[in-house]
């Protein structure tokens, strides 16, 4: 099976150095090694970015492999509804930020340097930066987002935005603050 899996992978390999910008050819690739360990696939994800910056099925793949990987080893599984946010404010959360977040927020900020007019992109790693119980930080790419959106799309952002400030203010106006300031 596994040499199978190796000739599978060669000729996979064979036709990328043929044409290393066929995003088809990529994504198969990736859908074939679906049951290979992480690392591998994060190296595949990065090979294929280097060729296709700008392409925003592959970094939303890339990206969400990444938090589902992530989320429930950290803060992200605990914290994924707005309601655990309160709880959660009481703990010393900075234990909890390991290696593994960092690297999908550095993965985030490479991914927005090509795709800073996607929406998505945007709202999910907000989304990230609320449940790491970043404040500051989490204000900034709020703010970044809608410097960079057009403002035909300001509106699902302030949406998230003022929910956020909403909510906390009323079960928590010292992380309000904390995120407002």
């Known amino acids: 099976m596994g040499d199978f899996v190796a000739q599978q992978n060669e000729k996979y390999e064979l036709e990328l150095k043929k044409n290393p910008y066929y995003l088809k050819l990529w994504l198969t690739y990736l859908a074939y090694n ?3 360990d992480e690392i591998f696939r994060y190296k595949l994800y990065e090979r294929a970015l280097v060729f296709l910056p700008r392409s925003y099925k592959l970094w939303h793949a890339y990206l969400l492999e ?3 990987a992530v989320n429930d080893k950290s803060v992200i599984g605990i914290t994924h509804s707005l309601s655990n946010l309160y ?3 009481t703990y010393s959360l900075t234990q909890m930020l390991d290696k593994r977040l960092e690297l999908l927020v550095d993965c985030y900020e490479r991914a927005l340097v090509h795709l800073n007019k996607m929406p998505r992109i945007w709202l999910d790693y907000i989304d990230l930066m609320m449940s790491m119980l ?4 989490t204000r ?4 970044r987002a809608l410097q960079s959106l057009p403002v035909t799309q300001h509106k699902n952002i302030w949406k998230l935005y003022i929910g956020t400030i909403h909510f906390l203010l009323t079960h928590s106006p010292r992380a309000a603050y904390l995120l407002i300031c």
């Open 34 to 36: 679906q049951e290979n």
């Open 66 to 68: 990444r938090t589902s």
């Open 87 to 89: 709880y959660l404010l």
């Open 134 to 137: 970043k404040g500051t930080e």
């Open 140 to 143: 900034k790419v709020f703010d």
